[in-house]
C-alpha cells in the first residue's frame, strides 16, 4: 500500500492545484497554455503562469525534502527520439487545442464534450503507440 502513497499525494496535489487556480484566479490548470503564455508579451496573468511552472520545477525539490531522495526516473530513449516525441507532443497540444492536464483534469471534470474527445483520442494514440512499439521491438 505505501508504495501507492507518492502517487496518491501526487494526484491529490494536482487536483488541489487546478481547483485553487479555477477558484482564485478563474483559469483552467492546462500546462500547455500556461508555458506558451509565458512566451508572449507579459499581461495580466503572467506572474502567476511564471509562478505556476516554478511550482512544477520545484516538485522534484519538494520531493526531495520531504523523502530524502530524488523522485526515481529512468528513460530508456536516446536523444533524438526523446526531441521528436516532445516535438510531436507540443504540436498535438496545439492541436487538440490543449494537453492532457487541461482536457483531462480539468476539462473532464466540467463535462466538456470536447474534452472527453481529446482524452480518447489521447488514450487511443497512446495505446496504439505501446502496441506499435511492442510488436516492432
Known sequence: MTAYLPSLAGGLLIGLSATMLILLNGRIAGVSGIVAGLGRVPRGCWFSDLAFVVGLLLGPV??????GAWPEMRIA???PVLALAGFLVGFGTRLGS??????GVCGLARFSPRSLVAVLTFL????????LTGALS
Open 98 to 103: 490543449g494537453c492532457t492536464s487541461g482536457h
Open 77 to 79: 530513449a536516446e536523444l
Open 124 to 131: 487511443t494514440s497512446g495505446i496504439l503507440t505501446v502496441a
Open 62 to 67: 519538494a520531493f526531495l525534502g520531504m523523502t
